[in-house]
Each structure stands twice: as structure tokens, then as C-alpha cells.
């Protein structure tokens, strides 16, 4: 059977392309939003978190009508930290909408996107998007994305894909860039016209593979897949199994089942080959298991998601200041916060430690950790977390691989030398250098994950802001040798107390302070970054002697240097291996991860011995 009234698409770009822009006018062209209805852009990015950075973390369904065919769509994120979420959900869909930036052509994203499109055998749409703008060069991307086929090895049938150039923001789309701009249908008839229907023996026992799952306080584990043969109905008796699971035989029941309308998920009775639905009620729902009848336990195979590439230890907050601003603080509220993530994030691995207030939380790279961080910290958990650090693996000779990343930089021919030799000192190795769009110099570099971290606040302050650099992983490599992170020590606070503007003043010449007068300081806290290699320890918190002829008064003259308040990635990058970054819902703050100066030097001594 092959169900014409039915497609599935998946829309796939390199961050910030405009998928999510497209999908908006896709949802109100078809007319899923009333005529006056107010709309908020990038409406499929619905959590804060992705509004505020204006990425998609989360792969989200919706579904649209055109000519009484149900078109279901999934806008996937861009970014390579969140690559898990792409490479699962195209097992839903029978073809992508691949997004390229008009001017900015293919980039590492739209190469990692696509190779995992074409792997799956699936038809691709190109669609060259941002073409209204004023620098726009549809011609040579499309050259581009041809090329990035034929190096993907991309058999006839997909290099013969069709074109279509778009503004979404301006919401047309057009077969030819000369054609008159109207509206969208251009790319709703490309898709209806070159997208394959579903197809499955809609008589044979029930087959659905769980692609995504989604969370919900109340009805618990939300499980989305495509079903691949049968019908799914509620109060179905089902058996799950999973394909890298042998031994997985669990008897379910199919409590609820919805399908995707627009924005809403509807629910329905009943299912059938090629509808993409939601299914709810089942408590041990993993994603890659497969829901079978139960006479025919069939496991669909399901590509095993790409390991975690770096970690972090979570840790329950000791500070001096511990419990002051958090609401959920104990070593038990922060272990079932991190293993309920896990019900969502398929790409994160949370492991207990020897110490049962340490939690090692591994992930695919500083991004996707720092958003987990963000998240918990709006929701009142209080905790510290350490420096990342990658994940090493041995080979069969024993000997030490480490994780490495393609590093593709476009920066103004200026500051491209700089920009070289602080890659060179964190072991990057230039693989080519090329004159870009506009004056910029692209520079492509291998460099090992570790030599990235810490790096991006640097980059963007040795390039004024101007620089762009893309990461995408390639796999492991040798060790490449020891590397030292940062080149300045800490400024520590020696006592604690309350931080007054002369202690500051006196503390200001030895580098760049990272708080203001009036601030809770403990010993050990770092306040600063040092001027010099070495850390040194100062007393923030004190004021100056009166006399008989001076008042304290005259404290006001002095000239405070306004302190470098860091957001959550650059105190995450500025941390040291000693160091812990304490998070609260209203503070971020450095520490030593040994808060008594003697026992901390002590240490360094046995370190330096070792």
C-alpha cells in the first residue's frame, strides 16, 4: 500500500540557515493559524533557552495540509553538540529539505546534516534560502552544494535533486530567481511532487520504531515514531523490543495515542503505515525500541547514537554560600534531575562516582553541557561543576586516542596570524587556507576537542567580534600531548566577608577583577584574573584604618574599575583543572576546588612532585 495522502520530512540545515523561519511559514501558509491570529517567530522553538540564543536544541514535530495531503515536518537542531537529535529523527521521515544560507553557502553543519541524509538513501530537496539578501550568490551555492554532493559520494538519482531559492522570513519561495516571488506553494508542490509516499503492508502485524522521546509531569514518557507496517490502536496489547537490546521483551499496552495537527498533538484511535504518532503510558519507553505485535516481536535495526565526546563533574555545592539561593540542593534532588534528563537527552551519559555528592555528566561538547547547566539553574538547583574535560579511549596497541574536531574559521585577513598561532600552541594543525566572501580569510584546521575548550571568549576578543568558527567532530585521534589551558593565574579572596571598594582598589593593579564593592566573598573564591602566571591571594574585604583626621567618608574618591562579569560559558572556559564553577539560580561564582590556602598548596607542591 502506499499512502498518497501522507508525507514525511525532515528539515535539515547548518545552524542559523533558517530552518526554523521556514517551518514558521510553512505552518501559516497551509492555515494552521487563524487569520488574526498573533504569531511569535520561530514558533517551533519553544522553550526559552532556544528563543534567547535563537537555536534549535530539540527536534520538534508539527504537521500541515496542502491539497488534502497531511505533509508531517521536523525542524531538527543545526549545531553540531546536538548531531544525536538529527541522526535519529531521519529514520521518521522518507525525504529532507536541506536549508543553505544564500550567501554563507555550505557550511560544516550542512555537510554533517547531509552525509547522514544520503546514508539513509533519502531524497533530498535543496533550498536556498536568504536569497532577498542584499550580498546573496545563489549561483555559486548551488555550485557549492553540488560539490559537497559529489565529496559525500551522492549516487545520480540524489545529485539530481531539485532547487528551490527562498526568503523565508519574507515568506516566498520560487522555482527560478527570476520567477515573481508570491507565496509558498513552489516548495509545498516540490515536496508533494518529489518526496516518495509512504509505503508498508498496512495488513501485516503492527511495527513502530521510537525515534524520539518527549517528557511530560503528568503523563510521563512521550514516545514519536513513524509506524513502518499494521495498524496501532488504543488498548493494543504490543511487545517491545529493541535491536541492540536482544533480551528486551516487555508486553506493553497502547494507552493514548496522538498524531500531529499544526502545533497540537490530536488524539486519535487509531494509525496506520506511514503516520508519524505520539504515544503515551508506557513507563520503560526507550528511544530505538520497537513496538511489535505481539505475535511478531520484529526489532527494526536503529543506528546506535554517536558517543559523548567530553564530561564534567556535577558536585553538590560545600561552599561557604551553599543553600543561600537554591532551592533544590541536596546530593539526592541533584542525582534524580540528572538521571531524569536522561528521559529526553539520548546523547548524555550521567555516571555515579566514588563519591556520592559527585555526579560525572558526559556529553557531546561544552555547548550541550552548558545548556544543561542553564536549564537546572532556572529551575532552582544549586550545585558546582568542574572544568570539561574530553573523554580518551585506547586502541588495541594501548595506546592513548583523543577526541579531535575539524575546526572551519572565517576571519578578516587581519587577524588570521593571531588566530593561527594561538590554534598552533593548542596543538591545531592548518589543513588549508582559502580567500572567502567579503575580505574574510577561511582557515581549516584539526585540532584536538581539549585544544577548543576554553577557546571561543579568545577567539572572539582576538578577532573583535568578527570572527566566525565552526566545529564539527572527526572522530579520534592520537594523543597529541599535554597542554596548558591558561597562560594568568586567580585572584583568590584570602578571607571572607563582604568585598568594600578600597580592599578592590588595592586589588585592581594586580589584574581584571570579577566582582563589584558589596559582593559575599569566602576564602578561596576566585574574584579575578591575574595579571601573572601564578594565583595570588588577596584581601578584598578590607577597609581602611580611621584617624582623627580622615573619615571613612573619603572612600568615595577612589576610581573602581567597572569588573568583567562573566556569563556561564566564559566562567566555564575560564576555569581551571583546581577550580569549580558554583551555579545558582541568582550567582555563578569561581572557586578554588580546595577553599584552605594551606592544604591547596600543599597539593600543588605534591602535584609539582609527581
Same mark, same amino acid.
Given at each position: 500500500m502506499i499512502r498518497e495522502d501522507v508525507r514525511n520530512i525532515a528539515i535539515i540545515a547548518h545552524v542559523d540557515h533558517g530552518k526554523t523561519t521556514l517551518v514558521d511559514e510553512l505552518l501559516k501558509q497551509s492555515g494552521v493559524f487563524r487569520e488574526n491570529q498573533a504569531v511569535a517567530e520561530r514558533v517551533m522553538d519553544s522553550n526559552d533557552l532556544e528563543r534567547e540564543r535563537g537555536i534549535t536544541i530539540l527536534s520538534k514535530n508539527t504537521a500541515v495540509f496542502y491539497k488534502n495531503t497531511k505533509i508531517n515536518i521536523i525542524?531538527?537542531?543545526?549545531?553540531?553538540?546536538?548531531?544525536?537529535?538529527?541522526?535519529r529523527v531521519l529514520k521518521m521521515v522518507n525525504g529532507v529539505i536541506l536549508v543553505v544560507d544564500a550567501f554563507e553557502g555550505a557550511m560544516p553543519q550542512t555537510k554533517f546534516v547531509l552525509r547522514k541524509a544520503l546514508e539513509l538513501n533519502l531524497p533530498v530537496i535543496v533550498c536556498i534560502n536568504k536569497i532577498d539578501r542584499p550580498e546573496a550568490r545563489p549561483n555559486e551555492v548551488i555550485?557549492?552544494?553540488?560539490?559537497?554532493?559529489?565529496?559525500?559520494?551522492?549516487?545520480?538519482?540524489?545529485?539530481?535533486? *531539485?532547487?528551490?531559492?527562498a526568503s523565508a522570513k519574507s515568506g516566498y519561495a520560487v522555482l527560478d530567481p527570476n520567477d515573481k516571488p508570491v507565496n509558498m506553494v513552489p516548495l509545498f508542490e516540490t515536496i508533494l511532487n518529489y518526496i516518495p509516499a509512504p509505503q508498508g503492508d498496512e495488513n501485516g502485524p503492527t511495527q513502530m520504531l521510537i525515534s524520539t522521546i518527549d517528557y511530560n509531569e503528568y503523563v510521563g514518557r512521550i514516545g514519536v515514531g513513524k509506524v513502518d507496517r499494521g495498524t496501532i490502536s488504543v488498548n493494543q496489547e504490543a511487545v517491545l523490543v529493541n535491536h541492540h537490546d536482544p533480551d528486551k521483551k516487555q508486553r506493553v499496552k497502547i494507552s493514548k495515542l496522538y498524531e500531529f495537527d499544526g502545533l497540537n498533538k490530536v488524539e486519535v484511535s487509531s494509525a496506520t503505515i506511514g503516520s508519524i504518532v505520539a504515544i503515551s503510558g508506557i513507563a520503560d519507553l526507550r528511544i530505538g525500541d520497537t513496538i511489535c505485535a505481539t505475535d511478531a516481536p520484529e526489532a527494526i535495526p536503529f543506528q546506535k547514537i554517536s558517543e559523548p565526546t567530553i564530561s564534567m563533574n556535577f558536585v553538590v555545592n560545600n561552599s561557604p554560600l551553599a543553600g543561600l539561593e537554591g532551592?533544590?540542593?541536596?546530593?539526592?534532588?541533584?542525582?534524580?534531575?540528572?538521571?531524569?534528563?536522561?528521559?529526553t537527552d539520548v546523547s548524555l551519559r550521567v555516571?555515579?562516582?566514588?563519591?556520592?555528592?559527585?555526579?560525572?555528566?558526559?556529553?557531546?561538547g561544552e555547548l550541550h553541557l552548558s545548556i544543561l547547566i542553564e536549564t537546572m539553574r532556572r529551575e532552582g538547583y544549586e550545585f558546582a561543576v568542574s572544568k570539561a574535560e574530553v573523554i580518551y579511549k585506547t586502541d588495541e596497541r594501548n595506546k592513548r586516542l583523543e577526541p579531535m574536531e575539524l575546526a572551519y574559521i572565517d576571519v578578516p585577513e587581519e587577524f588570521?596570524?593571531?588566530?593561527?598561532?594561538?590554534?598552533?600552541?593548542?596543538?591545531?594543525?592548518?589543513?588549508?587556507?582559502?580567500?572567502?566572501?567579503?575580505?574574510?580569510?577561511?582557515?581549516?584546521?584539526?585540532?584536538?576537542?581539549?585544544g577548543l575548550i576554553g577557546y571561543r571568549g579568545e577567539f572572539m576578543t582576538d578577532t573583535k567580534g568578527n570572527g566566525i568558527?565552526?566545529?564539527?567532530?572527526?572522530?579520534?585521534g592520537p594523543y597529541k600531548g599535554d597542554l596548558q589551558y591558561r597562560s594568568q593565574g586567580s585572584l583568590i579572596a584570602f578571607e571572607s566577608g563582604e568585598s568594600v571598594a578600597y580592599g578592590l582598589f588595592n586589588a585592581q593593579d594586580r589584574g581584571t577583577l570579577f566582582i563589584g564593592p558589596g559582593e559575599k566573598v569566602y576564602s578561596g573564591m576566585v574574584i579575578g584574573q591575574s595579571a601573572k602566571p601564578e594565583d595570588i591571594e588577596l584581601n578584598v574585604c578590607k577597609t581602611k584604618h580611621l584617624t582623627n583626621t580622615r573619615a571613612s567618608g573619603s572612600d568615595e574618591a577612589l576610581k573602581l574599575t *567597572?569588573?568583567?562579569?562573566?556569563?556561564?560559558?566564559?566562567?566555564?572556559?575560564?576555569?581551571?583543572t583546581d577550580?569549580?564553577?558554583?551555579?545558582? *539560580?541568582?550567582?555563578?561564582?569561581?572557586?578554588?576546588?580546595?577553599l584552605d590556602p594551606t592544604l591547596r598548596k600543599r597539593a600543588g607542591f605534591k602535584n609539582k612532585n609527581q
Open positions: 525542524d531538527t537542531p543545526g549545531h553540531a553538540d546536538f548531531g544525536g537529535e538529527v541522526e555550485d557549492e552544494v553540488l560539490e559537497l554532493f559529489i565529496d559525500l559520494e551522492a549516487s545520480d538519482e540524489q545529485l539530481d535533486c *531539485p532547487f528551490v531559492y532551592k533544590y540542593v541536596t546530593s539526592r534532588h541533584l542525582r534524580d534531575r540528572l538521571f531524569r534528563e536522561l528521559n555516571e555515579d562516582t566514588e563519591d556520592t555528592d559527585t555526579f560525572k555528566v558526559s556529553g557531546r588570521s596570524g593571531n588566530v593561527i598561532q594561538k590554534l598552533s600552541l593548542r596543538k591545531g594543525e592548518l589543513q588549508g587556507m582559502s580567500i572567502g566572501q567579503g575580505g574574510y580569510t577561511r582557515l581549516e584546521f584539526s585540532i584536538p576537542s581539549r568558527m565552526n566545529t564539527v567532530f572527526d572522530g579520534y *567597572p569588573p568583567k562579569i562573566l556569563s556561564l560559558e566564559q566562567a566555564l572556559e575560564f576555569i581551571d577550580e569549580l564553577l558554583e551555579v545558582t *539560580p541568582k550567582s555563578l561564582r569561581i572557586r578554588k576546588k580546595i
